[in-house]
Every structure is written in C-alpha cells, then in structure tokens.
C-alpha cells in the first residue's frame, strides 16, 4: 500500500532555511491521479494547510506563506519537498505530507505520513 | 478567510454517544471532511464528503452536514476514541484547505 515519509533536519537557526522531502512508496507520484500536501501542527496546537503540488510541477500554496515557500517534485525520486525560508521560533512544528483525495474544490488529505517536528532555535 | 468553530473538548461515557459539531458560513454548501488525531501520531480521516466513511472505519463513525452546522457523531463510544478530532473543508473561493479549531474528545 501506498506509504508517505518525511524527512529532514529537526532543528534550524533563526532566519535560515527548513526544508524536508516526502518520499512515497507503493504507489508512482507521477500517475496523475492525486495532488501531494504538506501540512504542520505548531506543539499543542491545531493543524494548518501549507500548500500542494501536482506530477505538473503546478503548485499552491497558502497565502500566509506564499512568499517565503516553496514546494517542488521529483520524479525520478518518487519525493516531494518543502523549502521555507527566513524560518522563526513561530514555524516550530511538527510537519506532515499528505496525499491530496476527492474532487477539485472538495479535497481532503486521505493518507498522511507518520509527521517530523522541527523546531526554530539557536 | 474561511472560519470553522469547534467546540473545545466533549467528555462522553462509554457506551454512549458523542456528537461534535463545526459550525461555519453556510457549511452545508461544501464537502466536510473529518480526521481523529491520537496522540502523537498522524491525523487519520475518519469521514469524507460529509458522510463517507475510508474502508477500515467503524461504522459507528457517522457524520451529517446542513445549514451553518457539520457534526460528526461516534456511536457506542470505546475507550480507543478518546482523541483530538478535527473537521476539514476546501474553501473555493480562495482554493484553500481550511481546518476546524479541534475537539478534545473525552471518554470517562
């Protein structure tokens, strides 16, 4: 079955820049048939969608965001990734991947990767 | 941006039934989505499209959706329901997936 890992640093300084891969096993990023997510969960907090990407290379991301964010695939990797940039204490999180199921503008996220905390400090 | 309101936390007896609402600008016009969350693990969906159950879901999972207001209703609650549940939408208008605030679900 279709599985999703993150991986990554778990710790980044202030100002700098937190990037994680997605691989996907089980199943071929590139079929077309899903879009692909990462979503984060501050400690004790709730959950909040960073934005998606499509086998195209087309992407959406959350406008809070947006000008500090950056998700691209891989193909021959079967992976995709997330690279923040200008990290603060406020991007600690734990960060998931998550497959992306249904229909445009009814999608939900129908299998998540097990989640990686990284956390913002000096 | 699209708000959805949930309540804090809901304490039920084993046995009983557990109802957790979401409320949001005329909901019942979009797809909601429903996730448990245990401690320190992933999210897992319990319920999509507003009553859909994921193959391996109990069917005492139920969930109904109208007006301002989605719920998502445990029957005969176990002690292994006791988690974080969070409702989901994608907000068209500005292509977005917006998640609920969270429900701490309680079993005494």
């Known amino acids: 079955q279709v599985q999703l890992q993150e991986s990554g640093p778990g710790l980044v300084k202030p100002s700098q820049t937190l990037s994680l891969t997605c691989t996907v096993s089980g199943g071929s990023i590139s079929s077309g048939d899903y879009y692909w997510s990462w979503i984060r969960q501050p400690p004790g907090k709730g959950l909040e969608w960073i934005g998606y990407i499509y086998y195209s290379g087309s992407t959406y991301y959350n406008p809070s965001l947006q000008s500090r964010l950056t998700i691209s695939l891989d193909a021959s990797k079967n992976q995709f990734s997330l690279k923040l940039t200008s990290v603060t204490a406020a991007d600690t999180a734990v960060y998931y991947c998550a497959r992306v199921g249904g229909t445009r503008s009814y999608w939900y996220f129908d299998l998540w990767g097990r989640g990686t905390l990284v956390t913002v400090s000096s | 941006s699209y708000v959805l309101t949930q309540p804090p936390s809901v304490s039920v007896a084993p046995g009983q039934t557990a109802r957790i609402t979401c409320g949001g600008n005329?909901?019942?016009?979009?797809?909601v989505h429903w996730y448990q969350q245990k401690p320190g693990q992933a999210p897992v969906l319990v319920v999509y499209d507003d009553s859909d159950r994921p193959s391996g879901i109990p069917e005492r999972f139920s969930g109904s959706n109208s007006g301002n207001t989605a719920t998502l209703t445990i029957s005969r609650v176990e002690a292994g329901d006791e988690a974080d549940y969070y409702c989901q939408v994608w907000d068209s208008n500005s292509d977005l997936g917006v998640f609920g605030t969270g429900t701490k679900v309680t079993v005494l």
């Open positions: 005329n909901i019942g016009s979009k797809s």
